[in-house]
């Protein structure tokens, strides 16, 4: 011990000067989000095989949880079921129902995600031959994953929900006003901003943020988050309020694409009456 | 002592002022072409008496790299960069020492040690200093063909920019 401390302070100099860049690099991965990125994304650049497999094995470890989720994802649609058959409704005119239903999920996993960038996109193991288009929606059980841009044949990339060019129209669930949501706090990938709701709407924190079905990529109704804050900037007509994912997105896996049978549809008539 | 310190402590508020105020905005003025980055904040560093003690060395260049990383909105890209130099010039120092060795109480500066020398020591120093920070500051050799000819570029100006100053300002301290 007390060699060590006669080895420090005869080397005082040289762990004076190891100790303060070791403070300047803690800074520097913590605080710029360039070098962070690169040393996040090292491992994928210089041996993305061996992170592959690295990933490969991790999702064994995954299993138990992936498994509840899809017991709880039984146990709701069970439940559906149940209320279904327990109601009026004839049997002809649910399968009838269910082949003209709007909207068609298309099941899929997630094979690449990222958080941590300014822009994120997901990969999607599913594609042209699952029926995936571009400009979908792609959801998980408890709320939104972000909007399919690129489509091949097996596979598909979205832009993620924590993209800056993501919008997403939404609206409240007490209240008819809708807004749009966008992801500006890049810092937090758990907090999305709600714009555009306009300041004379009763505001009430805790309500739930779901879609509001006008963008034609989700179905109305899915729930995206509850209201986290509110604040009236001065001047301004509009709230700005802070929205809290209920998903986490930095682990999901099994997800489903959202196909709108009618978007076409829809989009023609809006185009052609503009 | 305390007529170099308070000239250091002004010297130091004067070269940040000018890297700042001046010489940022000159960069920022080519959007289109972002090679001009010139640096001579380091002549703070560069600029300390021989004798100063390498602990407040590595200090003061962390000290200083903070400060213009807070103006640059880079954390600690400049402090750890400018730190390396504070760490290095010691060793420098002694390896091109003159055949006379150094005054006592002395600066390395031109006038006391020639203009060959000075130019032979800011080279050396800027040359690691700005090499170093396009590194960090690209943070992977990836980049390497992009980092060498910012740095060769920001090199050329900066010691345009430092040989300027001292003919201009001329300290003996």
């Known amino acids: 011990m007390r060699n060590l401390i006669e080895f420090i302070i005869r080397y005082r100099n040289f762990f004076s000067f190891f100790v303060l860049e070791l403070v300047c690099f803690t800074i520097i991965v913590n605080y710029n989000r360039e070098q962070r990125q690169i040393l996040l994304n090292s491992t994928s650049t210089y041996a993305g095989t061996i992170f592959d497999i690295y990933s490969n094995a991790l999702d064994y470890l995954d299993l138990r949880e992936e498994n509840k989720k899809l ?31 709007q909207y068609e999920f298309i099941p899929a996993k997630i094979i690449k995600n990222s958080i941590v960038a300014l822009d994120n996109m997901i990969t999607l193991d599913v594609g042209k031959k699952q029926g995936v288009d571009k400009h979908m929606g792609v959801i998980s059980m408890d709320g939104l994953i972000g909007i399919t841009v690129g489509v091949s044949e097996n596979y598909s990339v979205a832009m993620s929900l924590l993209h800056r060019q993501t919008r997403v129209s939404s609206r409240l669930r007490s209240t008819p006003y809708f807004g749009s949501l966008v992801w500006k706090n890049e810092r937090d990938p758990t907090v999305l901003d709600l714009d555009d709701v306009p300041k004379h709407a009763n505001i009430e924190l805790g309500d739930t943020v779901e879609t509001s079905g006008y963008s034609f990529m989700f179905p109305p109704g899915i729930p995206i988050g509850t209201i986290a804050s509110d604040s009236l900037p001065e001047g301004n007509n509009f709230y700005t309020i802070k929205v809290k994912l209920m998903n986490d997105l930095s682990k999901m896996e099994h997800v489903y694409v959202v196909k709108n049978k009618d978007r076409q549809e829809l989009l023609n008539i809006e185009g052609n009456n503009e | 002592m305390s ?17 700042v105020l001046v010489l940022q905005r000159i960069g920022n003025a080519f959007p289109d072409f972002p090679y001009v980055n010139i640096f001579i904040y380091p002549l703070f560093i560069l600029l300390l008496p021989f004798q100063t003690n390498p602990m407040l060395l590595n200090g003061l260049g962390f000290l200083l790299g903070l400060t213009i990383d ?12 400018m730190l390396f130099i504070a760490y290095f010039r ?43 920070y396009f590194s960090v500051e690209a943070f992977t050799y990836v980049y390497i063909v992009s980092i060498l000819i910012k740095s060769i570029i ?20």
């Open chain 1, 71 to 101: 017991e709880r994802e039984n146990t709701q649609l069970r439940q559906y079921l149940q209320a279904v058959e327990g109601s009026d409704f004839e049997l002809d005119s649910l399968i009838l129902d269910s082949l003209n239903a």
């Open chain 2, 3 to 19: 007529k170099d310190f308070f000239n250091n402590l002004f010297r130091f508020f004067l070269i940040c002022l000018f890297q």
């Open chain 2, 70 to 81: 807070m103006f640059y909105d880079s954390p600690g890209i400049h402090a750890s960069v």
């Open chain 2, 90 to 132: 010691p060793s420098l120092v002694r390896r091109i020492e003159p055949k006379g060795g150094y005054t006592a109480n002395s600066s390395p500066t031109p006038k006391r040690m020639g203009w060959a020398w000075f130019f032979r020591y800011t080279g050396i120093l800027m040359g690691l200093h700005i090499f170093f």
């Open chain 2, 154 to 173: 920001s090199f050329a100006l900066s010691m345009l920019f430092l040989m300027l100053i001292m003919a201009i300002t001329n300290p003996s301290n």
